[in-house]
């Protein structure tokens, strides 16, 4: 499966934006799809996963309450909404994807991935 990463961009702080993870050559059904962030300087970070058929979600703690993921099966897209930016959210983010049922945190777990899409939150 490829997937397309993108919906990043340059937002003040407290702004919001939504990221999209679409696949191609086959469904996520089945699949576990994950986002993951990396800041310059810092290792990959884990933010939010999903189980695509069960719809079972697990989030970072530092972005529960202000992030959501989401799917859309005519789409076959994943969404991550994120609200309430921080500037320590500023990162490239990546989506990833496994074929398991149960949506993962870490990231060597994953064998698919996106190209990246950058997220720049200014204070």
């Known amino acids: 499966v490829q997937l397309q990463a993108s919906g990043g961009g340059l937002v003040q702080g407290g702004g919001s934006l939504r990221l999209s993870c679409a696949a191609s050559g086959r469904t996520f059904s089945g699949y576990a799809v994950g986002w993951f962030r990396q800041a310059p300087g810092k290792e990959r970070e884990f933010v939010a996963a999903?189980?695509?058929?069960?719809?079972?979600?697990v989030y970072a703690d530092s972005v529960k309450g202000r992030f959501t993921i989401s799917r859309d099966t005519a789409e076959n897209t994943v969404y991550l909404q994120m609200n309430s930016l921080k500037p320590e959210d500023t990162a490239v983010y990546y989506c990833?994807?496994?074929?398991?049922?149960?949506?993962?945190?870490?990231?060597?777990?994953?064998?698919?991935w996106g190209q990246g899409t950058l997220v720049t939150v200014s204070s």
């Open positions: 990833a994807a496994d074929r398991t049922p149960t949506p993962l945190r870490y990231w060597r777990e994953y064998d698919y």
């Open positions: 999903l189980g695509w058929n069960d719809l079972s979600t």
